[in-house]
């Protein structure tokens, strides 16, 4: 059990070299798609509604992106990331014929998750925005409701082109480009509106805002918890909440909240089976910031033990602290990674540590970089199952167990490279 294999009798089409296995109805499928230049997911839920979870896309031109630092694209830099990702939904899509999103999530506004307004970009005809990442795959493939952490007003913790934001970082590159890319989503806002589609904030808390919506009654044993975003958290008692952050109001621009720990959190389950996304949160405090930034600890407190956790943060320093990690302590852990520090090297060895919490654990990689290897050395890949591909969890329609499938991002089939599993849910 839990071994990797060429095949398995209760998998269909789970041949090492075939195409993704076809979503059937039950199932929860959650595809981690790589493009090396950010996260990207495409989730069918068990009765075939669909949500896009974030499509990151980096900007091309830039000394990073052409470096050892950065993953190279996946599966190649013939098209831009978007391209690659609308692609492969419409493959793998329930309704291939008809690929229409139910949901797209933006967990955050920052490049890797929603895509930077970088100057190869194509611009739309019609809604004058510039189509990278997020903006560009739902502006190919129809979405019915976006979902993101700032509607309507954009204004938390302060607007970016408020006066005193652009008086603290007055020529500061970086603001500038996030200034460009929340105005270009904005811009992508206002048409996608004027197509019909609905968008809304997170509601932490919520059970309904995520729900099942070809057969809503069909499947009782799942659901979709929004646990966190702008600091506001479940409470673990029905919708109740509470604020993790201090008044803005009392703050200065320095010590606003972060992006990251804005992020939305969210907790899939069906049945047993739990999957955790944490999207960028942090969880160690940088030198001399407040204990309030850490906010994996209070999250972990809310959520308790998961089947599989994505890597806060890409697995980045400050992520995966030792109460997060040892409250979760997930069997599975997926990351998401596209640079040379992804994972810190501390957070490799909390994710191994029997001494945080006993028990086997699997660790996948969408991109392990050489550099990586040459800074942490051999214990990578002895930690890791996989290291590149896409990553398909696949859990059976009563949550009791669940496979890993690792999809060849090196070709645009996307065939099956290996398979492991069954895994028993908790």
């Given at each position: 059990?839990?071994?990797?294999?060429?095949?398995?009798?209760?998998?269909?089409?789970?041949?090492?070299?075939?195409?993704?296995?076809?979503?059937?109805?039950?199932?929860?499928?959650?595809?981690?798609?790589?493009?090396?230049?950010?996260?990207?997911?495409?989730?069918?839920?068990?009765?075939?509604?669909?949500?896009?979870?974030?499509?990151?896309?980096?900007?091309?031109?830039?000394?990073?992106?052409?470096?050892?630092?950065?993953?190279?694209?996946?599966?190649?830099?013939?098209?831009?990331?978007?391209?690659?990702?609308?692609?492969?939904?419409?493959?793998?899509?329930?309704?291939?014929?008809?690929?229409?999103?139910?949901?797209?999530?933006?967990?955050?506004?920052?490049?890797?998750?929603?895509?930077?307004?970088?100057?190869?970009?194509?611009?739309?005809?019609?809604?004058?925005?510039?189509?990278?990442?997020?903006?560009?795959?739902?502006s190919e493939l129809p979405v019915k409701k976006v979902i993101d952490r700032g509607h309507p007003a954009y204004d938390y913790p302060i607007r970016l082109?408020?006066?005193?934001?652009?008086?603290?970082?007055?020529?500061?590159?970086?603001?500038?480009?996030?200034?460009?890319?929340?105005?270009?989503?904005?811009?992508?806002?206002d048409w996608i509106q004027s197509k019909g589609t609905t968008v809304e904030a997170f509601r932490p808390g919520a059970l309904d805002q995520i729900s099942?919506?070809?057969?809503?009654?069909?499947?009782?044993?799942?659901?979709?918890?929004?646990?966190?975003?702008?600091?506001?958290?479940?409470?673990?008692?029905?919708?109740?909440?509470?604020?993790?952050?201090?008044?803005?109001?009392?703050?200065?621009?320095?010590?606003?909240?972060?992006?990251?720990?804005?992020?939305?959190?969210?907790?899939?389950?069906?049945?047993?089976?739990?999957?955790?996304?944490?999207?960028?949160?942090?969880?160690?405090?940088?030198?001399?910031?407040?204990?309030?930034?850490?906010?994996?600890?209070?999250?972990?407190?809310?959520?308790?033990?998961?089947?599989?956790?994505?890597?806060?943060?890409?697995?980045?320093?400050?992520?995966?602290?030792?109460?997060?990690?040892?409250?979760?302590?997930?069997?599975?852990?997926?990351?998401?990674?596209?640079?040379?520090?992804?994972?810190?090297?501390?957070?490799l060895l909390r994710m191994i540590s029997e001494k945080i919490y006993p028990g086997p654990r699997d660790l996948f990689a969408t991109n392990m970089l050489?550099?990586?290897?040459?800074?942490?050395?051999?214990?990578?890949?002895?930690?890791?199952?996989?290291?590149?591909?896409?990553?398909?969890?696949?859990?059976?329609?009563?949550?009791?167990?669940?496979?890993?499938?690792?999809?060849?991002?090196?070709?645009?089939?996307?065939?099956?490279?290996?398979?492991?599993?069954?895994?028993?849910?908790?």
């Amino acid at each position: 059990m839990n071994d990797k294999t060429d095949r398995h009798s209760d998998l269909p089409c789970a041949r090492v070299g075939d195409a993704i296995p076809p979503w059937r109805e039950g199932c929860l499928d959650l595809h981690h798609i790589n493009t090396g230049a950010g996260d990207a997911g495409f989730f069918i839920l068990p009765d075939g509604t669909t949500l896009l979870f974030d499509a990151g896309e980096l900007d091309p031109t830039t000394e990073r992106y052409n470096s050892p630092r950065q993953a190279a694209p996946k599966p190649d830099g013939s098209r831009r990331p978007f391209e690659w990702i609308s692609d492969y939904i419409r493959r793998v899509h329930p309704t291939p014929q008809d690929p229409v999103l139910d949901y797209a999530i933006l967990t955050h506004f920052h490049e890797d998750h929603l895509g930077e307004a970088h100057t190869r970009a194509p611009t739309h005809p019609k809604g004058g925005f510039l189509k990278t990442g997020f903006t560009g795959v739902c502006s190919e493939l129809p979405v019915k409701k976006v979902i993101d952490r700032g509607h309507p007003a954009y204004d938390y913790p302060i607007r970016l082109d408020s006066d005193r934001l652009k008086g603290h970082f007055r020529e500061n590159p970086a603001f500038k480009a996030e200034l460009r890319m929340i105005e270009n989503y904005l811009r992508f806002l206002d048409w996608i509106q004027s197509k019909g589609t609905t968008v809304e904030a997170f509601r932490p808390g919520a059970l309904d805002q995520i729900s099942l919506q070809k057969r809503p009654d069909g499947f009782p044993d799942f659901e979709c918890r929004i646990v966190c975003a702008n600091g506001e958290l479940w409470s673990g008692d029905q919708g109740e909440t509470r604020q993790l952050f201090p008044d803005v109001e009392t703050l200065e621009i320095a010590r606003f909240p972060s992006e990251n720990a804005c992020s939305a959190v969210t907790l899939f389950k069906v049945g047993k089976f739990t999957y955790f996304n944490g999207a960028d949160i942090p969880g160690i405090p940088h030198i001399g910031d407040p204990e309030w930034t850490d906010v994996e600890s209070p999250v972990a407190e809310v959520v308790g033990p998961v089947d599989v956790q994505v890597l806060n943060h890409h697995g980045y320093r400050n992520t995966q602290n030792q109460d997060f990690t040892r409250t979760l302590s997930p069997r599975v852990f997926v990351q998401q990674n596209w640079s040379a520090d992804q994972p810190g090297h501390d957070v490799l060895l909390r994710m191994i540590s029997e001494k945080i919490y006993p028990g086997p654990r699997d660790l996948f990689a969408t991109n392990m970089l050489d550099a990586n290897r040459h800074v942490i050395g051999p214990r990578i890949d002895s930690a890791f199952r996989s290291t590149s591909g896409h990553i398909l969890v696949r859990v059976e329609p009563d949550g009791r167990r669940y496979w890993v499938l690792i999809l060849d991002d090196s070709d645009p089939r996307s065939h099956l490279k290996e398979v492991f599993g069954p895994y028993a849910a908790r």
